[in-house]
């Protein structure tokens, strides 16, 4: 059995639910503030060896962000003034030119749910917490890390189209093209380790021995290509991620920046999957507007250019993360 510290105790559970309507939580983002070829997470201090990403959240991040504290003094383009995290995903492309160049494609919203997940929040995210979610070394649907539940498909479609060979939809979208993906829910906080939750693990809280259940982080991304590709495609899609030609390598990174205080609060708001509830805090209401200028923390390093960071990549050897790319980005 785990010990008392490593679940709330219902009486516990049942007061700190009582503070706030039982709900999920949900941020915006209207755009990315920022495309560079950087990743602090899996690639810290680089500008040669990442892929590019498209970056929402607070504009404090730069190649070697390690800390929460790092976000604090951030602009955020969130719609929450308390969330100064700092949310990113490889850079979703087209082409118009049969792939001899492409653009970056138009962003219609970027949100990211937070909700109950297969059993209540015990802890909120806890400060400096860093999470992936996905393989971006994925080239095969094998690749795909199931309890990520990555999907691209058309938003809301009656009658969508199938998949093309590379995963993406083999006809133009209605609406919007949109992908999905989850984050782990699990929580060592002393280590700041972290895991999907299982049943398999044989707790109460499907967590790993010594873990807690925190709230569920979900990407919700919804791009908008009428107006760049008004006759729209049949057949295999025009795009690739900058990671790869295809969904496999699909992945988000996120590094926490809610202020202590809304990140407590938030608990409170994920007990329940269908009804949303402002978190609010230290800085502010959810939904109130934000007044400061984003720009980019560290202009002078990296590059917005997806070809120039091909190039860049074309020359690097990365071993570390488990597999070798002089070769896979040299086509642009």
């Known amino acids: 059995m785990p010990s ?11 007061a700190l639910f009582a503070q706030a309507a039982l709900a999920y939580t949900q941020v915006n983002v209207p755009a990315p503030f920022m495309t560079k070829n950087i990743d602090p997470i899996v690639f810290p201090g680089s500008f040669d060896k990442s892929h590019l990403h498209s970056f929402f959240g607070a504009d404090g991040v730069t190649a070697s962000t390690n800390k929460s504290s790092e976000l604090e003094n951030s602009c955020t383009n969130a719609d929450n003034p308390n969330d100064l995290s700092i949310y990113w995903v490889p850079t979703f492309l ?8 492409y653009e970056p494609v138009p962003m219609f919203r970027f949100s990211a749910y937070y909700n109950l997940g297969e059993t209540p929040a015990e802890v909120p995210f806890p400060q400096d917490l860093k999470m992936v979610a996905g393989k971006a070394e994925g080239t095969k649907p094998a690749d795909m890390p199931a309890e990520a539940k990555i999907e691209w498909v058309c938003e809301g479609m009656k009658n969508p189209p199938p998949p093309d060979k590379n995963g993406f939809p083999s006809k133009t979208c209605d609406t919007h093209v949109q992908t999905l993906l989850y984050f782990p829910q699990c929580v060592n906080e002393a280590t700041l380790e972290t895991a999907y939750k299982d049943r398999a693990h044989g707790t109460p809280n ?11 982080l979900r990407f919700s991304i919804r791009y908008d290509l009428r107006k760049a590709l008004p006759n729209g495609w049949d057949g295999v899609a025009p795009f690739k991620q900058a990671c790869g030609d295809n969904i496999y390598c699909s992945h988000g990174d996120f590094i926490n920046g809610w202020t202590p205080t809304a990140a407590k609060n938030m608990v409170a708001t994920t007990s329940d999957k269908y009804h949303f509830a402002p978190v609010d805090g ?23 250019d997806y070809a120039e960071s091909v190039k860049l990549m074309g020359k690097r050897s990365v071993e570390a993360v488990g597999w070798e790319s002089r070769s896979r980005f040299l086509k642009i």
């Open 4 to 14: 008392s510290s490593s679940i709330l105790s219902s009486g516990a559970a049942v």
């Open 206 to 216: 499907w967590c790993p021995q010594g873990m807690k259940s925190m709230p569920q």
């Open 94 to 101: 087209y082409t118009k030119d049969g792939g001899k160049s």
């Open 282 to 304: 230290d800085r502010g209401k959810a939904g109130d507007k934000q007044t400061c200028k984003q720009r980019d923390a560290d202009p002078s390093h990296g590059t917005a």
